[in-house]
Every structure is written in C-alpha cells, then in structure tokens.
C-alpha cells in the first residue's frame, strides 16, 4: 500500500519563501517594453497590486502569508504526500518515490496556492475585476474560484487550442462566475490583429497574455494576474516544497536526491524545488539534483536562448532576461497546454543557467504511457502537463534498478486530469502525435528579440 503523509492544518506555512535572498547571483532587471529603460513600481503599477509589486523585487528571505489567504488556503491545506510503493514495485526499483499531490485543492492543482493571494492583494487595492490568460485551464479555474471568493470579477482568454479540447474547464470557470474566451478573440486590438494573420490559429500562451495584459490597461477597474512565470509566483508556490521538507521528516527522510517536476513557466517546478534548492545552498542536501521535464515540442529549456525577451506575442509585457524560444513562437496544439509557454519564469532560468537545476524533455506518447503507468499503480489519473514529471521519474528510478542505487526521489503532481480524459482517449487509440518543435524555426523565432543596452 502507498504511505500517506498529512500534516495538520496548523502546520501549514505561516510564511513563504523568496529564494531571491539567497541567489548565487543577482537577478538581471527587467525593462520597459516601450522605453527599454530598467522597470520600476511605477511600471508595473497600472496593471498589478502594489503588494505583488513590492513581492516582485523582495530580497526578503521570508514573506508572511495574510491570515485571510492562510486561512482560505486551509481548505486543501497542507496536501498530502505520498509514498509511492506500488510504482516503486511496478518497476522494480530500489529507489524511494514521493509525490506531493496538489490535485486535492478545489481546481484541482497548484494554481490556487498563487490565485487566493493575488486575488486577496488586489480586492485589498480596490479592484473589482481580473484579466488573465490561461493555456490547459487549470490557471484559469483558479483565478475564477479565488475571485469568486472575493466578490471580484474575471475575464479568462483561454488558449484555443485547449479551449476547444477541454470545454469542461471553461465550464468550471463559469460555474465560478467567470467570463471565458477563446483566445485570440475579437474582443481586444491585439485578439483582431492576430486573427486577421491567421484565422485557424490555435493560439498560444504569448498570445492570451497580449489580450489579457491590453484588458487590463484599458480599463481602470482591472488588474492583471500571471499563473506562472513572474518572482510573486513562485514565491506564493514555496508553500509546496515547505511542506514537502517537513512531511518527508515525517517519512523518516532527512534528506532527497532528487527533486522532479514538468516545466511550462516553472510555478510549479519552483514551488517544490525552490525550498530544496535553500537546502542545497546551505549545504545540508549539497547533491540533491534538481530536474525540470518539459515537452519535446516546446523545449524553452532545454533548447532555448536565455536572453531578454517579451513574455507575450504582442511586446506589451516587461522585457525579462530568461530562456525563451522567442514570443513570437507558436508551438502545436500539444494536450499538456500549461507547458506551451515560450518562456520560462527568470528565477528558474537564472539557476538553471548556474547549473543548479538541469532539464529534459520528453515526447507525448512517452510522457502518456508513463502517465497510464502510474494511474494502474497509484490510482490517480494525472494532468498531462504531471505526466511529464512522472516520466521522468520513471526514468531515474529505472536507472537505480540498474545501478542498484537507492536514491530517494521526490515529484510535484501537479494536478488531477479528470478534464483531460480526450488525450488519454487519443493515446489509446493512437491518435497522439509526436512532435519535436524544428531547430530552424525556433532559429527564426529568436532573430525577433528586443535588443537591450546594459
């Protein structure tokens, strides 16, 4: 039987963590899209609450979480984690699996660690509604589940793609008081203009930022809120990994070799892994190995420039020094949407590109098969964007049975698939296809990025 581990409610974080305290090196600034001139608060004030601002540039090692949020997030809080022995048997392998199951939060993953704070933050500024993006939908249902919370509104651009392969996620946004389009859509300048190049679009994460970023500009009500990518993201999902250290104590685990989780703009990677790598730097888990999986079709680390660029398609955003495949890339209708962002988050790149996380990447029919695996043995039908973590996981515990290595692993489950059950249906039917995005085209894609004078 797998082992579970819970800690009560009152052991949930009473503060989050910023790894920007304890960086090998200094995050390089962001720059005004218009100006190019280094961003400050007065930048960013238009379109975001003035404590995510103050988060976004925090060198504090320890923000407190507000009791209200703390006490919305006790709902699913702490999540439990699991010892995974029928995976471990399946594959017959020395190695010890852990997996920190954020499926149980009312969405259905991680996201709501980040969506009840910035939601509290900007009723506390006043405004009465948010603009967002969101790509497989998990962000999305978030955001319209924390603002319904607040007495807030929503307006959700939902990458076509998935909008058209996940109509359930709409459908919960709307059961949460949100108003959900496909995006591009008609009703933003820069939705007509992206529709004119290409009707048939499938869209992209670039795109539905440039809609949701241009919305909130221009109407004086609305804020603008990111599921991923920006320093306040990450910092919000600390509470993953903080949990995670004290449940594995209770597993009698006092330390982790490897800490694994899929990568679309890194929020959850970092959730789990940020407080992991603090150990590490501190020297007390000095070989933990830190890996970020990502699809083959959009490999921003694995195969991307870490460069400044946009973080949408539009050049409306900061101009973030990250690994990007340029915003201007437009990957395939892939069913792990959430991972279909050109960019990753600038504290993930930064560490990766110090050498502190590595990254792979992984086809669909791989990362389903492995998916299948763990839902035989486990019994939880995953998002495909966790299934990229397990295939990984899967990987490196066959690599201890060969070895006969008894390392211990731990993953970040992202999320639940009960809403992505279409993809399970085409990999069983065979109907997933394998795409590994053409070096020549992201070669074209970065010719594109904004140039900056440091």
Not at 179 to 206: K, M
Not at 268 to 282: D, M, S, T, V, Y
Not at 351 to 366: A, K
Not at 373 to 389: K, L, M, N, Y
């Amino acid at each position: 039987m797998e082992t579970k581990y819970i800690l009560d409610e009152n052991d949930l974080p009473r503060q989050w963590y910023n790894i920007q305290a304890d960086l090998p090196v200094p995050l390089s600034p962001a720059y005004n899209p218009q100006t190019k001139e280094p961003i400050g608060p007065e930048d960013l004030a238009p379109i975001f609450a003035s404590e995510l601002i103050r988060q976004e540039v925090s060198t504090e090692r320890y923000i407190d979480i507000p009791a209200e949020v703390r006490d919305i997030l006790t709902l699913w809080r702490p999540s439990p984690l699991y010892r995974a022995r029928r995976l471990e048997k399946f594959l017959k392998t020395p190695a010890k699996i852990f997996y920190k199951y954020e499926g149980v939060s009312p969405p259905g993953s991680h996201k709501p660690n980040t969506a009840i704070a910035q939601a509290y933050y900007n009723m506390k500024d006043g405004i009465e509604r948010i603009s967002t993006e969101t790509g497989a939908g998990q962000w999305g249902s978030s955001l319209a589940f924390a603002t319904q919370l607040f007495d807030m509104e929503c307006k959700v651009y939902m990458v076509r793609g998935s909008y058209d392969q996940k109509p359930y996620r709409k459908m919960m946004m709307q059961c949460w008081g949100a108003d959900c389009v496909a995006s591009p859509s008609p009703d933003t300048n820069a939705g007509r203009t992206l529709l004119e190049q290409d009707p048939d679009t499938s869209g992209s994460l670039g795109m539905a930022i440039s809609e949701a970023v241009e919305d909130a500009a221009g109407n004086s009500n609305t804020n603008y809120a990111l599921g991923s990518v920006l320093n306040h993201v990450c910092l919000h999902q600390s509470v993953i990994g903080l949990e995670t250290l004290e449940q594995l104590k209770m597993a009698g685990e006092e330390t982790a070799d490897v800490i694994i989780g899929c990568a679309g703009g890194g929020s959850n990677f970092a959730g789990l892994a940020f407080p992991f790598i603090r150990e590490k730097l501190a020297g007390r888990m000095p070989d933990c190995q830190m890996i970020a999986t990502e699809p083959a079709a959009c490999p921003t680390l694995t195969k991307g420039l870490y460069a400044y660029d946009y973080g949408d398609v539009s050049g409306y955003t900061p101009i973030m020094q990250m690994y990007t495949l340029g915003h201007g890339f437009v990957p395939p209708s892939i069913h792990a949407g959430g991972l279909r962002y050109h960019g990753m988050a600038p504290l993930v790149s930064l560490l990766h590109h110090e050498g502190l996380i590595d990254s792979v990447s992984s086809h669909q029919n791989e990362v389903f098969k492995a998916a299948v695996d763990f839902c035989r043995s486990e019994g939880i039908i995953v998002a495909p964007e966790s299934a990229h973590a397990i295939k990984t996981v899967i990987d490196v515990a066959e690599e201890c049975r060969r070895t006969g290595e008894e390392k211990t692993i731990v993953f970040n489950c992202s999320g639940h698939g009960h809403f992505d059950l279409s993809s399970y249906e085409a990999y069983f039917t065979g109907g997933l296809p394998d795409y590994e995005y053409p070096a020549e085209l992201i070669a074209a894609s970065l010719k594109e990025l904004p140039v900056i004078s440091q």
